[in-house]
């Protein structure tokens, strides 16, 4: 996840723990109601050339943020629908812009991430 906000993992964190996830210092992790969990970290400053290089595609209607200026978690997930679902709620309650950088180098926006699409 990429965003705008400079404070991302810490909103972040704050939501999913509403959402009953558990959380250490710099991991949260929510477990979904058949045992799948979705898994955030803080990303380590000395790893960002990982995401800040930018997207190798964008999904229509997609506009490159500002990389200089972004911050970044990592995502641990495997089931997309799940995937999908959370980092839209994590986006609809954060307070600036947020996208999805998956897999395969494809930008998403954070809100319209398409489970049958995304890579993880």
């Not at 710099?26 to 477990?31: G, I, P």
């Not at 200026?69 to 995937?83: D, G, H, L, S």
Request: proline letters at 4%.
């Amino acid at each position: 996840m990429i965003s705008a906000s400079a404070g991302l993992f810490g909103e972040a964190r704050s939501i999913l723990i509403e959402a009953g996830a558990k959380s250490s210092v710099d991991v949260v992790q929510l477990e979904d109601e058949q045992g799948h969990l979705f898994t955030l970290y803080e990303v380590d400053p000395s790893a960002d050339w990982d995401w800040r290089e930018g997207p190798d595609s964008l999904r229509p209607g997609v506009q490159v943020p500002d990389m200089a200026n972004a911050t970044a978690c990592m995502v641990e997930c495997r089931w997309e629908e799940m995937f999908a679902r959370v980092v839209h709620r994590i986006s609809a309650n954060l307070s600036r812009a947020t996208w999805v950088l998956d897999g395969d180098g494809v930008l998403w926006d954070a809100s319209d991430v398409d489970p049958s699409e995304v890579c993880l």
